[in-house]
């Protein structure tokens, strides 16, 4: 019986997924400058927030491995991702639904591809398991975190909601701790919890508690 060789999606990344995942992040960055706020953006805006998701994670990996210039500067076809998934939000835009389960789904998605291939990286170039982790849970996050702050808005993963956050750093630390018995046994086993993990918390409504304030009485409150 012949053996089936999967590709490993972790250390040989084929170049379609690398730029699959670039879009769905683009187009996710690209969406939230066209949501209606309290500021409506340009093109331009529109573009940079594109940018921003869809090789901020990739750009932030890079420079925290040392590995310079980043890729997306060595290959023009993930700017060429970016720029159709921001023309495709200009023109389709208001039929794409960001709270929709396929979105939710392709979001998910990214958020364990950048995980894992963050992680894989940083093990490759010889760092511990906690920084791999660390590598692979800002990949992940770091584009969300700088679209937050360009719309002046408290990026969510610091407050109360559904996990975000949790889940890069939980899909992270299972590709690190499965790495050494089969890499793409491990990056499918990331990838795919946090999917599941992602539907769950939406399906039952999961959110993160906020943080009370502690040791203060109600007979110390000041009228």
């Known amino acids: 019986m012949p053996v089936i ?3 490993n999606i972790a250390s040989d990344t084929p170049l379609w997924l690398a730029l699959l995942t670039t879009f769905i992040a683009a187009m996710s960055g690209a969406l939230r400058g066209r949501d209606p706020g309290r500021v409506r953006y340009d093109i331009i805006g529109i573009l940079v927030f594109a940018f921003c998701l869809g090789v ?5 990996r890079d420079l925290l491995l040392g590995n310079t210039p980043p890729v997306v500067l060595r290959e023009p076809a993930y700017v060429v991702a970016v720029l159709a998934a921001t023309v495709l939000v200009l023109i389709f835009g208001r039929f794409i639904a960001r709270d929709g389960w396929v979105f939710l789904i392709l979001d998910a998605l990214t958020l364990g591809l950048y995980a894992v291939i963050g992680a894989q990286m940083a093990i490759e170039y010889g760092l511990p398991d906690v920084g791999a982790i660390i590598v692979g849970f800002a990949a992940s996050l770091v584009g969300g975190i700088i679209v937050a702050l360009l719309r002046g808005d408290t990026p969510e993963i610091l407050m109360p909601g559904t996990p ?7 899909g992270a630390t299972i590709y690190v701790l499965t790495d050494q018995f089969n890499a793409t046994v491990a990056a499918l086993l990331c990838v795919g919890s946090v999917i599941a993990l992602r539907i769950i918390t939406v399906r039952w409504n999961l959110r993160t508690p906020s943080v009370r304030t502690i040791g203060l009485s109600s007979d110390h409150d000041t009228p």
Do not use: K
């Open 5 to 7: 060789d999967f590709p």
């Open 164 to 170: 975000y956050a949790i889940l890069s750093i939980l």
């Open 56 to 60: 901020g994670g990739g750009v932030t």
